[in-house]
Nanobody, 114 residues
Framework: QVQLVESGGGLVQPGGSLILSCAAS????????MGWYRQAPGKQRELVAT?????ITNYADSVKGRFTISRDKNTVYLQMNSLKPEDTAVYYC??????????WGQGTQVTVSS
């Protein structure tokens, strides 16, 4: 079993920055991709950014140029700059391995408000 523990969420003013972290532990084998998704109230969960084991990144158009995803071993980070109120959501960490297994974290709240 794999556990994903997120941290770093909180309340920030528009234009501010936050860094989210997600640490994977347990039976972590052959990570294929790790990423961040978010879900705002009343909306479906959507992709924010992903990074493959080879370092290839992918971003939602809405966050390109403002967010940066990175990874160090079994921890993935999301640097969020120039935050907007529409970035307010619960952010979830995701891990997929080469065995086709997928895992989710418990989520961390990000609120952008003045």
């Amino acid at each position: 079993q794999v556990q994903l523990v997120e941290s770093g969420g909180g309340l920030v003013q528009p234009g501010g920055s936050l860094i989210l972290s997600c640490a994977a532990s347990g039976s972590v084998f052959s990570i294929y991709v790790m990423g961040w998704y978010r879900q705002a109230p009343g909306k479906q969960r959507e992709l924010v950014a992903t990074i493959t084991s080879g370092g290839i990144t992918n971003y939602a158009d809405s966050v390109k140029g403002r967010f940066t995803i990175s990874r160090d071993k079994n921890t993935v980070y999301l640097q969020m700059n120039s935050l907007k109120p529409e970035d307010t959501a619960v952010y979830y960490c995701n891990l997929d391995n080469y065995r086709g297994q997928g895992y989710w974290g418990q989520g961390t709240q990000v609120t952008v408000s003045s």
